[in-house]
């Protein structure tokens, strides 16, 4: 517990010493920092000093306690007030009021009341004092987690997960600035992704350098929004500068070349840069980036090229709008391992494109956009990786394999049904895996109060979904399995041993003997008793006979 400190101000020197020496004041947890004898040394006093807790006469020579006390309020906020008074000083009390007294105590004052104004002006500055502890910690943490914030910001939007109406106030909370409109999108992409053998802070390090190096570009400064969408790529928001009508292509061309030659300069594998079209609202800038990353894809084709802007590569035949939908549906459709629901949307969208108009090269960097979307997809199911880079050359190699719209329309819808349809395996192989994980649950714990819930449970799992699976993989309700197996178990122990009815009954799980013994009885039409008799071929035995009040 800190120790708080408190000044006394008052101008009768008897009653000052009493005030003093009635207090314990390391008991209390305070500390006597200071006296004076009237208003004008108190202010000094309190003002050099800063004390936690001011007591203070209400009449004073120079300047009274109510003035007193106002002004250092005005300096020291926290301050936690006591005034003292006589009984005739009741017209004060109003200007106590003003100034928040924490306690207004008339003289003589007595020990007690005083320490209990002590104590309560106190713990109300203790509180304030934890408080702001605590606002600055948050605010320290916060300041730390400001470029990671800021860095989700930017991978959201670019995403499309950031609602149109908010993105404003998200800028200016989080002290960004992308210029004015119009924007553009650039991808980054590292040729051979993240070295291996790199150590996790040696590849922060280089994004820093990366970052800094862009942040010092005279031409973007202000106006440019950054963010990693994985290791190998960066995305960057450029803005127009103020004034101007849209994105100045020297801008653009300053910061794409600066990027290539900070790798250059290292003697490091250089990087492709693709650059979308400008867009005019911020809210849309997923478009732009979007074709950022599809110019990206004609690096395959022409290899010498290190910087390509969407609009020099493609015809703009095809709408994104609708491209945007369709990758949206295919996300869901193999998601639920819907392998032939993929195909037919899929074939629907390629019929809507124009084999002369749109470009081979363009249908082949939609095509690609299709089917990572679709493998993003099935290995988000399993928490995998989708392969980056490595992967993307993989699925461009199917694609510029095929000659026409129609050849590369199969390849695609093929590509994208097959990740449906290992979704659909996984689906199935994974309920197998959990019914056999319940029935082997049963036969071991027969004898417990096993309900479908704690099953339902233990697999992250509703009861209801649990038991619809669990039916569908054996064929019976969970409570039918459950019962099966214990009367199977009771049948057993009935030939095999010499328990009693009732011990059998609590073995497999049951506490109520009469219903155990109904139950027996609708499976293998007999008692337990008769059971035993009938498969042993004997009479029931004197452990037996002495159970059968317990018969129904």
């Known amino acids: 517990m800190s120790v708080l400190t408190v000044i006394v101000v008052e101008d009768e020197v008897d009653h000052r010493r009493g005030i003093i020496n ?67 000083d009741y017209e004060y009390l109003s200007g106590a009021l003003r100034v928040s007294a924490v306690d207004y105590l008339l003289k003589p004052v007595k020990p007690d009341d005083l320490a209990r104004a002590l104590d309560r002006a106190a713990a109300e500055r203790r509180r304030e004092l934890q408080a702001q502890t605590e606002a600055g910690l948050i605010r ?7 470029p990671l914030i800021r860095e989700r910001f930017v991978h959201d939007l ?26 553009v999108a650039l991808a980054v992409r590292l040729e051979q992704g993240p070295d291996p053998a790199a150590s996790p802070e040696n590849m922060e390090f280089d994004r820093y350098l990366l970052g800094e190096d862009i942040a010092r570009i005279p031409e973007v400064r202000g106006r440019l929004l950054c963010a990693w969408m994985s290791d190998g790529e960066l995305a960057l928001v450029l803005g127009s500068a103020p004034g101007a009508l849209s994105v100045d292509s020297g801008a653009v061309e300053s910061l794409t070349y600066q990027i290539v030659w900070h790798y250059r300069e290292r003697g490091a594998s250089e990087p492709t840069v693709g650059v979308g079209n400008p867009v005019s609202d911020l809210a849309d800038i997923r478009s732009s980036y979007r074709e950022a990353t599809e110019a990206l894809v004609h690096r395959t084709a022409d290899p010498g090229r290190r910087i390509i802007h969407f609009a020099d590569v493609a015809s703009g035949g095809a709408n994104l709008l609708v491209y945007d939908d369709v990758e949206r549906t295919l996300v869901e459709l193999v998601r639920a391992g819907k392998p032939a629901e993929c195909e037919s949307l899929l074939g629907a969208f390629f019929s809507t494109l124009d084999a002369g108009g749109d470009r081979p090269g363009y249908v082949r960097s939609l095509s690609l956009g299709l089917m ?103 064929g019976e309700s969970f409570a039918d399995f459950l019962s099966r197996t214990r009367m199977g178990r009771a049948a057993e122990f009935l030939l095999t041993g010499d328990d009693l009815t009732y011990e059998i009954a609590r073995k497999v799980g049951y506490s109520n ?23 042993r071929g004997q009479t029931a035995t004197v452990r037996d006979r002495d159970a059968l009040e317990h018969q129904p």
């Open 22 to 88: 009635a207090v314990d004041w390391l008991e209390s947890g305070l500390r006597l920092v200071g006296e004076a004898g009237n208003g004008e040394e108190g202010l000094k006093l309190v003002l050099e000093l800063k004390p936690d807790i001011l007591v203070a006469d209400v009449r004073m020579p120079l300047l009274d306690g109510i003035a007193m006390a106002s002004r250092a309020k005005d300096a020291l906020p926290g301050l936690k007030i006591i005034f003292l008074s006589g009984h005739g």
């Open 140 to 146: 320290e943490k916060l300041a730390e987690s400001y």
């Open 158 to 183: 670019l995403n499309g997960r950031v609602d149109r109406d908010s993105i404003g106030g998200r800028l200016d909370y989080l002290q960004l600035s992308a210029g004015e409109p119009d924007y």
């Open 372 to 474: 990572m979307a679709a493998e993003r997809a099935r290995a988000s199911l399993e928490g995998l990786d989708s392969g980056g880079v490595g992967a993307m050359r993989e699925r461009w190699a199917l694609v510029d394999s095929a000659s026409d719209l129609a050849e590369i329309a199969h390849v695609a819808a093929s590509f994208c049904a097959s990740m449906a349809g290992e979704v659909s395996s996984l689906r199935i192989s994974r309920t197998e895996r959990i019914v056999q994980r319940a029935t082997l649950a049963v036969e071991a714990r027969y004898g417990e109060d096993l309900t479908l819930a704690d099953l339902a449970a233990s697999e992250n799992l509703t009861p209801y979904y649990f038991g619809s699976i669990f039916k569908q993989g054996t």
């Open 513 to 535: 003997v009469s219903y155990f013994c109904s139950l027996f009885k609708n499976r293998y039409g007999v008692s337990p008793k008769r059971y035993r008799e009938l498969h």
